[in-house]
């Protein structure tokens, strides 16, 4: 009998550990205090409150559960919002940032729904700003944070190599955009795939991303697609690290890369980091980033500082300053999104063809 009872509680003890489950809540907060000139529409200044800079303002749900053998079930329910005015952002979604759920094992993790791409994943690795809501290299190309709806993704990491697949049944039907229209497959789809090796100091990676831009409502350019491609790496040495990348994007069938310079063109942009940890508490970063547009002089710089000081754990203060340099009617400004630009980018956020000036004070909270 006493045999038994301890195989009956072993037995139990077993089937609760097999069914392990966990929901965690989890979020970032981030708002400063931004001087920007050469503002659209009369090059006026502006002093503003702004809402996630260094990170999107967001919370969200993530969820696993232990299925046994080694595979787990996974979900993740993340909504961004406007600190500032606290509205939804990704143009109002719920969960505009992922909405996902899946599988995980050893062999890496299926997932469906609507989430962030391999190009998105890279850009968080190589961008030395990290992919900053604001003064990053998301001004020169919105692509480095794109999301895709309707998309099944696979991601797995083999010792020093990830790999990372995605292909979208229509990457933006949230938006009304594009995608998923019967008798339409081309409209919307989204195809992308990346590759990176990290060892000890060095990382090295390379992604490929096209997108299909035809419009679901007026069957509009239904064959218009945006393909990228870039390589980056970065290597770490004592409190520094450096950061090097190019990115090649080439549109095609009547679309139009951001910067709006005329329909079919193609770009290069490349972009040299440094970030330094002058203490554990205080760390610089440097960043300078050109495109190059094919066929045209209207070629914009744009050059990013940042000092970010850590007082907890979870909080921390920051200031960045950057300066974007026009010429021959490029208008790229520092700040992504926002009326007039265009597709997201920082293109048309400056004045006509002027340069503009930026700096910006906030403080970020991590739970």
Known sequence: MKMTWIATVAALAAGGAYA?????????????????????????????????????????????????????????????????????AQGG?????????????????????RQQTPLYDFGLQFDPMGIAT???????????????????????TFRSL?????????????????????????????????????????????VYDETNLGLAATGAL?????????????????????????????????ATLPGNLGANNVSNLYWLGLGYQIIPALSLTGVAYYQDFRGTKADPWSFVASVDYT???????????GYAKNKDGSNLGLTAGGSGAIQGSGFGTVSGSENQFGALVGIRHKF
């Open 20 to 88: 392990q489950s966990s929901v965690t809540l989890y979020g970032i907060v981030d708002a400063g205090i931004e001087y920007q000139n050469n503002q659209p529409g009369g090059s006026h200044s502006v002093t503003r409150l702004a809402s996630g800079n260094l990170s999107g303002s967001r919370w969200g749900l993530r969820g696993v559960e232990d299925l046994g053998g080694g595979l787990k079930a996974v979900f993740v329910l993340e909504s961004g919002f406007n600190l500032d005015t606290g509205t939804s």
């Open 311 to 321: 007082l907890s754990k979870r909080t921390d203060a920051y200031l960045n300053v």
């Open 162 to 206: 990830t790999a990372s697949a995605l292909y979208s049944f229509g990457s933006n039907t949230g938006a009304g955009s594009f995608g998923e229209v019967p008798g339409s497959p081309r409209i919307g789809q989204e195809y992308s795939a990346g590759l990176t090796y990290a060892a000890g100091p060095l990382a090295v990676g390379g």
């Open 134 to 156: 604001n003064y990053s290299i998301i001004g020169q190309d919105a692509g480095f944070t794109s999301r895709a709806d309707n998309s099944v993704k696979y991601v797995a």
């Open 222 to 254: 239904t064959g218009a697609k945006i393909r990228r491609a870039s390589l980056a790496g970065s290597y770490a040495f004592g409190p520094a690290k450096m950061y090097a990348g190019y990115r090649w994007a080439k549109a095609l069938d009547g």
């Open 93 to 113: 979604r719920l969960f505009g940032r992922n909405a996902y759920v899946g599988l995980q094992s050893q062999w890496g993790a299926l997932t469906l729904g």
